[in-house]
Structure formats: C-alpha cells, structure tokens
C-alpha cells in the first residue's frame, strides 16, 4: 500500500503538470502519478464532482482534499506543494514581476510549444483511441484539420517560439534564475512549457539559447539552494565577482606557488643552475631564482623573453633571458640541476623532444618538474574536446600532454618519477579565462555554445556551471617531478 502524501492526476505532455511534477520530485513530499488517457478526464471530473475537467489536479490523501484551479493563473495545485514543502517559490518580495512574467508564459508561449508537440502528435501517441480523442478535443477548439495545418506551418511556429524565448535566455544570462538568484514558481513554469515543447521527441532547443539550455538542466537536476538567499534579490556585481578576472590572472593560472613549494621540498642548494623553460610571464623564473637558484629562462616568443626581462627587472632579481625553442636547449651537457616548466608544455610542438632534451641538459641527481593543463588517461573523448577547446580559446595551444605520456617517456632517458599528481584547475569564470589569451570574438562565440552543449561526460568530469551569466569549470592538471637518480 502506498504511502504517499499527494496524488497527481496529469497528463504527461501537459505544461503545467510537467512543472508540478518537477515542483513534487523536488520538494522531499510522498506523491504517486495518476496518468489519464489523453483528452479524457473522466477520473478527474468524478474526483472533483463535476466542478472540473482539466489537469493538474492534486489530491491530498491526507486531508482528503482535491486541489485544482479555480480559475486562469492562480496555481492552487504549486502553492499547495510550495506550502507543504516550504519551497518559498511565491515571495512578496517581486510578487508582481512573477505574475506578469507567469502569465507572458502561459499566453505567449505555451500556446506555441503545445501547437508545436500537437504537430507530431503521431510520434508520442501510441493508440488510435487516443490520437481519436486528441484530434476531436483540438479540432473541437481549433477547427477541423488544425492538426495538419501546425505540422505544415511548423517551421513557422517554431521561429515564432524562439522569438518568445530571446528575452528569457537574455533574462537568464545575466542572473542565476528568471527572477534573481533564487528559484521561483515562474523557474517551474518555464520548466514545464519546455517540456511541453520537447515532449514528442522531434524538436530541440536552439543552439542560440546558451542560456537557457545551461539553465535547463541545472533545474531538472536540482543542483540549487532553496529557502531564502541571504543578501537580498541580487542582480548587482559583487566584490567577489568583480574580483575574478583578477583571481585568474593572479592565482590560477600564473601563480608559481606550486612550483615554489616543489623546488622547496627537492631540497636544492642555493646557486645551483636552474632552467625555466617557456618563461611567459616571467612569474616562475623569479620565485625560482628567489629560492637561490641562478636561473637561465627561455621562451619561444620574443614577447615572452621581452616580459620577463621586465619583471625580473622589476623584482631586482639577475636572470640570463635567451629565444630558443623548447625541443633545442642550451648546448652544454649536464649543466642544470633543475629545468622547470609550468603552463606551457601544452605549447611545445613535441613534449618528448622536450624532456629528452630536458635530460641531455641536466645533471646527476636533478630534476626535472613539469606543472601544466593535462589530458585524461581514461577519458579520450573529454580530453579531445578539451584540445578542441584550448585550441579555440588560445592559437599557441598544440595539445594536451596526458600523464601516461610523462611516464612512458621517462623509462628510456633513465629518468625516475619522484612526484605524479593529479590535479584541478579551478576556472572560476569563462570570459575571464579567454581573456587572458586574447581570444577572438568569433571564437568565444563558439565556445560559449560549446560549453553549453557539452557533452554529459565533458559536463560532469569538469563540473561546468553557468551560475549567474558566469561559466565556471575545473581543468585537470598535473604535477610531475622527475628525477636523474
């Protein structure tokens, strides 16, 4: 025997029983389904005496109570479920924003997403009793041959919803949801006249809608805070959030701690000779030389060498600063005790020249430490989309160095693998991220519709979220040490 608090009486393809049900799986309440045949209410004209013929309709075994909607736009069946579940989906606070935003829903959109999921009623109606009774109620409202009429004029229709849609993917890319940064009844109604659209399985949203497809699954999949949001209905920069393009530039990706910690930990005396290969920004070549190493950098790219002379003149640190490829060290054999790069080996048009040059040039008992992006052994289908996107966002990318690669390459030079660890990178923010390559428009487009569009696997092991207009993600990275012992 069931014990269930709530029943539901829907149909299926319907708007608003798709958002209630969503309200229910998500609200922690005991409820069974009660599907009826399509187009014929009979189960909830007799629960409701005669008084109603649509859905949703709720029946609360507990208080032996049937919940409907006595009239257009009221929600009796949600602020039942909101009320039971103290989902607070109906604040006073923008109480009027969320009845003209339901109703912009319910009259201007929904009309077209069910005329839309009615033209391919074949593709979901399995019986003839019900395509009969489905044709009659349409025809019946609509006018004879309605059906094929919309089945007809169906790329019209469906132009005519994406322009419904621009303002709310425009809405959603500036917040976290349609009324701020927290879920409201008019987040479930969306939800609902979505599902609505999609139902028969013969229609997808647009790629245009970044957004809104971002927004979508992070609905259905319930990864969001309920109850009250602290600190008011949002919308207005926060420090955190002005602070995160400078968070990349100084933390994430050019911070040089990791690599400072490592040499720290390798325990090398003071004036030992030390290389930095593709110096970028400078920023390692100085925290190595400040350990007391005497540093010879190179890079590929005059700006880079240019850079780090700056910085390291800045810094009142004395650094040989040479152009010179990664795969064509310096000429002297066993010069170095340590050769050290980071975030650039992703850069190198061949990673194993570089590490068997790495070793010509280094000494007995030195090391070589590598700190970068990664590919993923187990995951060539994320680490391809991966390069794909690196590649886009950044011209000098080549590819990912996957950590199997480090390791087969390292058994025939004699070197030892001291340090293999797996890591992230958290990217707290998209733009920001291209940004810091110079990426073009063109291909920021791109990569916005990539990021929407990713694949399950790429979305779940990269943990990508679209919080508030910001695209946030995690990069594997890896940390190697390597040594000539």
């Known amino acids: 025997m069931s014990d269930a608090r709530l029943r539901l009486y829907h149909y299926p393809s319907d708007a608003r029983c798709a958002a209630l049900h969503l309200m229910l799986r998500q609200s922690e309440l005991r409820f069974d389904l009660v599907p009826l045949n399509y187009c014929e209410p009979s189960p909830v004209v007799q629960l409701t005496k005669g008084n109603y013929y649509n859905v949703p309709v709720l029946e609360d075994l507990l208080m032996a109570q049937v919940i409907y909607e006595l009239s257009p736009g009221q929600q009796n069946c949600a602020r039942h479920v909101d009320t039971l579940a103290q989902m607070e989906l109906f604040p006073e606070a923008g109480k009027g924003r969320q009845e003209v935003l339901t109703v912009y829903l319910e009259t201007q959109c929904r009309p077209l997403a069910a005329r839309i999921n009615d033209a391919y009623y074949d593709r979901w109606l399995k019986t003839d009793l019900e395509r009969g009774l489905l044709r009659r109620a349409r025809e019946n409202a609509q006018g004879r041959g309605c059906l094929e009429a919309w089945l007809r004029d169906v790329n019209e229709l469906m132009e005519e919803f994406n322009d419904r849609l621009r303002p709310l993917n425009h809405l959603l890319g500036e917040q976290s949801f349609l009324l701020g940064p927290k879920v409201t009844y008019a987040d479930y109604a969306l939800v609902g006249l979505l599902r609505e659209f999609l139902h028969s399985g013969g229609t997808h949203l647009s790629t245009e809608f970044v957004h809104l497809g971002n927004w979508l699954d992070k609905m259905e999949g319930g990864q969001f805070p309920r109850g009250k949001v602290a600190g008011g209905d949002g919308g207005g920069d926060t420090a955190e959030g002005a602070d995160l393009a400078g968070e990349m530039d100084n933390h994430a990706l050019n911070d040089p701690s990791d690599v400072e910690a490592l040499v720290k930990s390798l325990k090398i005396s003071a004036g030992r000779q030390a290389l930095v290969v593709g110096c970028a920004t400078g920023r390692t070549a100085v925290a190595v030389a400040k350990l007391g190493s005497a540093v010879t950098a190179i890079a590929s790219d005059a700006a880079q060498v240019e850079r780090t002379k700056a910085v390291a003149q800045e810094a009142g640190i004395a650094l040989q600063v040479h152009r010179q490829a990664p795969e064509e060290l310096p000429p002297e054999d066993g010069r170095f005790d340590l050769v050290v790069t980071r975030m650039a080996s992703r850069h190198f048009e061949d990673g194993q020249r570089f590490l068997s040059e790495a070793n010509r040039v280094l000494r007995m008992y030195g090391y070589v430490v590598v700190v970068d992006l990664a590919g993923l052994d187990d995951h060539p289908e994320v680490t391809r ?98 040594g000539k012992i």
């Open 385 to 482: 989309w991966l390069n794909e996107m690196e590649t886009l966002r950044d011209p000098r990318h080549r590819r990912l160095i996957r950590p199997n690669e480090w390791r087969r390459w390292c058994a025939p030079l004699g070197l030892q693998m001291v340090t293999d660890q797996p890591q992230v990178l958290p990217v707290p923010d998209l733009d920001a991220y291209l940004d810091l390559a110079g990426t073009p428009p063109e291909n920021r487009t791109t990569l916005a519709e990539r990021f929407a569009r990713a694949p399950v696997a790429v979305r779940e092991l990269l943990k990508i979220s679209m919080e508030g207009g910001k695209t946030s993600f995690l990069l594997p990275k890896i940390t190697l040490v390597m």
